[in-house]
């Protein structure tokens, strides 16, 4: 029976050094035993544990008072953080817990994820987070490149082809470009389409300062297919309204494509890329704790293991500061 007495106390070395720190206080075992809610043949039993186990006398008793011996006064030293720390833990964390619910979240991003990818993702983070107020500033190229490098936002979220090196993007969702053609169109009927096909058309796409329309640039000059695009308008649901009114062909990603157009839609030639959607930060920033849940919503492993910003786990949890490590060169895409 002794034995197992030994065995419980030493499994409660955080109450036996609770009582231990709380009697130095006092210099009372009475008293501390009155501040802990406890019994003073209790405190003692602890204390006594205590000293067992390390072999060392850890008080002077002269009388109804005691003292620290040297022993005691190391011990002290050491015991006492550690017993405050575990003590204010419940304190730290609501606190903490607070800061989450309460707070702002600034996000850039373009038209495109505004509209397509924002909504579900805002839709999920705020009903979580009722408290947090977010902001989202439409912006797109250099704006966004400025907005992240001088901190004016904790993070964008669109596509990119290029960023400057203190930058860093990880894709997280991936489309398919597609031909939008007004019903009735006869290349809606065609088995297999080809670049030829696209180039007969009359093209309608973004202006020529974004990014499908580079992208479509690309893939035509490789081929060295010569091609005319009747109409540049900004916007997916505008290019789609015109598409419907029969203007032209249009090449749109389907990240605008609910089914619910009055368009036929087809797959392109594989020539054409995907394009993805993800997250830009500035390397190196500190992430607010709404920014991190804000992240993980869109990706839920995005902070665990090696699934990190960059497939690198880079995370000083100490600090919650999360480092990006280099990405290859991409620049923000104007969202279309």
């Not at 597609?178 to 058309?201: N, Q, V």
Request: hydrophobic content about 40%; charged content about 25%.
């Amino acid at each position: 029976m002794a034995g197992s007495g030994r065995l419980y106390y030493k499994h409660n070395r955080l109450k036996q050094l609770r009582a231990f720190c709380h009697a130095a206080q006092e210099g009372s075992i009475s008293r501390a035993a009155q501040r802990l809610e406890l019994s003073q043949p209790s405190v003692s039993l602890q204390i006594q544990a205590l000293e067992r186990e390390l072999g060392i006398a850890l008080f002077e008793r002269r009388g109804p008072r005691i003292r620290l011996t040297p022993d005691g006064e190391t011990l002290y030293e050491l015991a006492q953080p550690l017993v405050e720390g575990v003590d204010a833990l419940p304190e730290r964390f609501a606190a903490r817990h607070q800061r989450l619910q309460t707070g702002r979240l600034d996000i850039a991003a373009g038209e495109s994820t505004t509209l397509y990818i924002l909504p579900d993702l805002l839709k999920q983070f705020m009903a979580r987070y009722p408290g947090v107020h977010v902001k989202l500033h439409n912006l797109i190229g250099r704006d966004m490149i400025s907005a992240l490098q001088h901190d004016e936002v904790d993070l964008a979220v669109g596509s990119t082809l290029d960023l400057p090196e203190d930058l860093s993007y990880r894709a997280i969702y991936t489309y398919d470009l597609r031909l939008i053609l007004p019903l009735g169109h006869p290349l809606a009927e065609k088995s297999e389409l080809t670049l030829a096909d696209l180039a007969s058309g009359e093209l309608i796409l973004p202006p020529r300062h974004l990014t499908t329309w580079r992208l479509v640039n690309l893939v035509f000059q490789q081929h060295n297919i010569p091609y005319r695009v009747r109409l540049e308008v900004g916007g997916w649901e505008i290019i789609k309204r015109y598409v419907e009114l029969g203007f032209g062909i249009g090449i749109a990603s389907s990240i605008c494509l609910s089914g619910s157009e009055r368009l036929h839609v087809r797959s392109l030639p594989e020539v054409f890329p995907q394009r993805t959607y993800g997250v830009m930060l500035r390397r190196g920033r500190y992430l607010s704790p709404q920014a991190k849940r804000f992240l993980e919503v869109m990706a839920p492993d995005i902070f665990s293991g090696e699934a990190d910003l960059d497939g690198e786990r880079r995370k000083d949890v100490a600090s919650e500061s999360v480092f990006i490590p280099r990405a290859s060169e991409h620049a923000p895409d104007k969202e279309r």
